[in-house]
């Protein structure tokens, strides 16, 4: 049940505030979102209610009163203004296009109802969760349930995150019954120019249903056939369980289909009003049942009657794709700039060296820990690895043989990061240091710079001196006398510029509390950072800012700079955004899911998300991958190829794709 206030909400007290009480609590507290089941969320259907008492507001004054360290008090507080200055800023400047009731959803608490707010935030940036609904008359609020975006039309598109921006969303609310009209607040500043009055009633929305109409079977691998209503998103791992008598099935693979199980283009929906999907999973006992909101029985099996054409393409084979399972291995991959050879790194195995069409050419001796980083010398000749071990190695290709291996001390951790520089002079590698006591007291903290292919030392950069903290992102110019460094300690956020061989820091960016989660040099020195608040921030090469733009909602998270100086970037909000020369971002491609890697090979963009992988030619989508589970885990790209490794995890049918352009 919605608590009732008599007074409104203080502004410090939404989101933050509320995460700072359950941190102090040392526990997590969970906000059911009530209408997932309504709208076909990811989310799981909501549990039975809980007593008034364990809503939000309760939580927050039952939390403990135990400090948090000053720090984080104090990054709270900053990012608490922030929000407030905004919401501030926004007071007055949002219509509600109508307010309807809504008689499907969950069952509701006694005396109230489900209210449906279509509304328009227009180029108005803000993060829905923070949203509530007040009735002016009665002076109640309301936590927001569920949010769907909208079309101009009214109908659900794609929706990354939770923050708006330029689109019309579709709000609901679980307030008294006995409200009649509605405003929106955000962190206690009301939107609304004015209170909307709420209607009997309006569009309907279907619930979503999932069905299984479909049972192919031979041996342990069986194939379902889905049927969804009105879903958002295919049945994946997470959100469907394939019981039986004794565990869970492991999900393989899944594409949409026809309902004769045909091959269906395009290969990912967003919103679905109708779809099917075929899914492969590998079970050690026939599935009888599944699961998504309610237990669902499973037609016996019959037979093995799947398209040939469908089962290569649920492998990840087709006319233009080659597959190549690495079972529970998942490899680095490096593809050569003409894409003429492929390496493939298993861990603890050789580096398979294979063409465009899985046919291998030859291998490289190595058994040694597992190759986290993975790539070719811009001429191709030659190709380096960094292990988690901390050893740099380099091999010739002609003769696989070993050129060049250095020890780096202390090694790399999983969250190292490897950059080649664009003549492949240069290779930076972060890894930790060593305290002078002997404590370890950084995750990542440490950058050498080692020249190709003989490995010498150019140069060291220790980062967060005396501190715990890590490295965000860096990047390093052609010449190797520049490298740029985004980290975070327990206190800041930082850009750096440091000059090579010495290490000196030459130009400091910016220090705050806002994280710079990726950093990217382009061919005139310009210093490119994007935010976790979705910020890409220019700098020219002497360190003064340019220009700074709300580029993504949700946060930057990968940069990638063509030889002409211009670049793209990819965010949370899914999108990747084409930065011409005019310095005005074009959307190039939208994702499901936050963007996870771009590369520029020629003419191509290619982008990776853990829904699926695309593939673009000057803007103009011409592939999209996906199937695996899990999503890919490395990629390479070059002119007219791309190679994916993917993860399918649980079933062990982790594979390498190979795409080439026909």
Not at 36 to 62: L, N, V, W
Not at 314 to 341: K, Y
Not at 505 to 513: E, H, I, N
Request: proline letters at 6%; hydrophobic letters at 40%; glycine letters at 10%.
């Amino acid at each position: 049940m919605v608590p009732e206030v008599s007074d409104p909400e203080p502004a410090t007290t939404p989101t933050i505030a509320r995460s700072l009480a359950a941190v102090r609590s040392n526990s997590l507290v969970i906000v059911t979102v009530v209408i997932a089941a309504m709208f076909g969320c990811k989310s799981r259907p909501a549990p039975e209610r809980q007593d008034p008492a364990a809503a939000p507001g309760a939580a927050s004054t039952a939390a403990s009163n135990e400090p948090l360290p000053r720090e984080i008090e104090a990054d709270v507080a900053k990012l608490a203004a922030a929000e407030q200055a905004t919401a501030k800023q926004a007071k007055g400047t949002v219509s509600i296009a109508r307010a309807w009731r809504s008689e499907t959803g969950p069952r509701v608490a006694a005396g109230h109802a489900w209210v449906l707010v279509e509304v328009d935030f227009g180029a108005l940036r803000i993060d829905t969760d923070d949203l509530e609904l007040h009735d002016p008359d009665r002076n109640v609020t309301a936590p927001i349930g569920d949010v769907r975006r909208l079309d101009a039309a009214g109908n659900p598109v794609v929706f990354s995150g939770a923050h708006s921006n330029e689109a019309h969303y579709l709000l609901a609310f679980e307030i008294e019954a006995a409200t009649r009209r509605v405003s929106l607040r955000y962190w206690g500043e009301t939107l609304t120019s004015a209170p909307a009055e709420i209607a009997a009633s309006g569009p309907v929305f279907a619930e979503p249903r999932r069905d299984v109409i479909g049972h192919f079977a031979k041996g342990e691998r069986h194939i379902l056939l889905f049927e969804d209503h009105n879903q958002e998103g295919a049945p994946g791992d997470t959100t469907t369980h394939v019981g039986f008598d004794g565990g869970e099935c492991l999900m393989r693979g899944i594409l949409p289909v026809s309902a004769k199980l045909g091959v269906v283009d395009p290969s990912v929906e967003s919103i679905i009003s109708h779809a099917f999907y075929a899914a492969d999973y590998t079970c050690a006992k026939p599935p009888t049942k599944f699961e998504w909101g309610a237990v669902k029985p499973i037609p016996a099996a019959a037979g093995f009657a799947v398209p040939a054409a469908t089962l290569d393409a649920l492998e990840g084979r087709g006319a233009d794709l080659v597959s190549i399972p690495t079972g529970e291995e998942s490899p680095a991959v490096a593809v050569r700039t003409n894409g003429s050879m492929i390496a493939i790194a298993l861990a603890q195995n050789d580096i398979q060296l294979v063409d465009a069409s899985g046919k291998e050419l030859g291998r490289i001796a190595y058994k040694g820990p597992e190759l986290t980083r993975l790539g070719f010398t811009p001429d191709g000749a030659k190709v380096w690895g960094v292990e988690d071990s901390g050893d740099v190695t380099v091999w010739d290709v002609a003769s696989t043989k070993v050129i060049a291996s250095r020890r780096l001390t202390p090694e790399p951790d999983m969250y190292g990061r490897a950059k080649l520089s664009s003549d492949g002079r240069w290779l930076a590698v972060d890894h930790p240091w060593i305290a002078p006591d002997g404590t370890s007291v950084a995750w990542s903290g440490q950058i050498t710079v080692l020249s190709m292919p003989d490995l010498a030392v150019k140069g060291s950069v220790k980062i967060v001196d005396g501190d715990t903290g890590s490295i965000s992102d860096l990047a390093l110019s052609a010449d190797g006398r520049r490298l740029v460094v985004c980290a975070t300690t327990s206190t800041e956020s930082m850009v750096r510029v440091y000059g090579l061989p010495a290490g000196a820091q030459q130009v400091a960016l910016r220090s705050t509390t806002s994280r710079a989660q990726t950093c990217a040099l382009a061919p005139d020195g310009r210093i490119l950072v994007g935010t976790e608040e979705g910020e890409l921030e220019i700098y020219d090469r002497g360190g003064k800012r340019s220009s700074v733009t709300a580029a993504h909602a949700g946060g930057v998270g990968v940069l990638a700079v063509r030889p002409n100086g211009t670049f793209l970037s990819g965010g949370n909000d899914g999108r990747i955004l084409d930065w011409g020369r005019s310095g005005k971002p074009v959307v190039l491609f939208q994702h499901k899911y936050p963007v996870g890697d771009i590369q520029v090979a020629g003419d191509y963009v290619v982008s990776t998300s853990s829904d699926d992988t695309a593939v673009l030619v000057t803007g103009k989508l011409v592939k999209r991958l996906s199937g695996a589970p899990s999503g890919p885990h490395d990629m390479a790209a070059a002119s007219g190829m791309v190679v994916v490794a993917e993860l399918a995890i649980q079933a062990k049918a982790n594979r390498v794709r190979i795409w080439r352009r026909p």
